[in-house]
């Protein structure tokens, strides 16, 4: 893998793990995540950054599905795709974040926005394999995870 992964973001960045560097776990994507991660960035992370005009921090990028299987993560998450991301970005909250992503008018699957009790970060998700849903969810400080509606007051709904 080269350095450089777009204009603004690097493999190390979308790579990198505590839990692999503690565990030993490799997490190397394979050569169809890094495909799936170059459209990501290409399609969506680059022109988001642009728009934005200050950095967007990466907290876990690609996962190797041991280390996924280790952080809890969903048995069927993109990040083991090379698809997902989980992001900030400094003075703006998640919900904030969020929004700005889905009125971007950027092609997206999934954005959903954490509570900060949840980490406080915008999941983001985009693929090439099948249209994307452009599904917006809220993971609330209780849990589970509720429809997002831009358009309504709070935010979001009960599915």
């Given amino acids: 893998m080269k350095q450089g992964l777009g204009r603004?973001?690097?493999?190390?960045?979308?790579?990198?793990?505590?839990?692999?560097r503690r565990l030993g776990l490799?997490?190397?994507?394979?050569?169809a995540a890094q495909v799936a991660m170059q459209a990501l960035v290409a399609d969506v992370l680059d022109p988001l950054r642009r728009?934005?005009?200050?950095?967007?921090?990466?907290?876990?990028?690609?996962?190797?599905?041991a280390v996924n299987r280790a952080i809890d993560g969903a048995e069927g998450?993109?990040?083991?795709?090379?698809?997902?991301v989980d992001?900030?970005?400094?003075?703006?909250?998640?919900?904030?974040?969020?929004?700005?992503?889905?009125?971007?008018?950027?092609p997206v699957d999934q954005v959903i926005w954490y509570a900060p009790e949840r980490g406080g970060h915008v999941h983001l998700s985009y693929?090439?394999?099948?249209?994307?849903?452009?599904?917006?969810?809220?993971?609330?400080?209780?849990?589970?995870?509720?429809?997002?509606?831009?358009?309504?007051p709070s935010g979001s709904a009960q599915v």
């Fill in 51 to 65: 728009m934005l005009g200050r950095p967007i921090r990466v907290g876990s990028g690609y996962r190797a599905p």
């Fill in 26 to 31: 490799d997490n190397t994507p394979t050569p």
């Fill in 127 to 152: 693929t090439r394999e099948r249209a994307n849903r452009r599904q917006a969810m809220h993971a609330p400080a209780g849990g589970g995870y509720l429809a997002f509606a831009a358009g309504t």
């Fill in 8 to 20: 603004f973001f690097s493999w190390a960045e979308l790579t990198r793990s505590n839990t692999a």
């Fill in 87 to 106: 992001i900030k970005v400094d003075g703006m909250g998640a919900q904030e974040l969020a929004l700005f992503i889905l009125r971007s008018g950027l």
């Fill in 77 to 84: 998450s993109q990040h083991m795709r090379g698809e997902a």
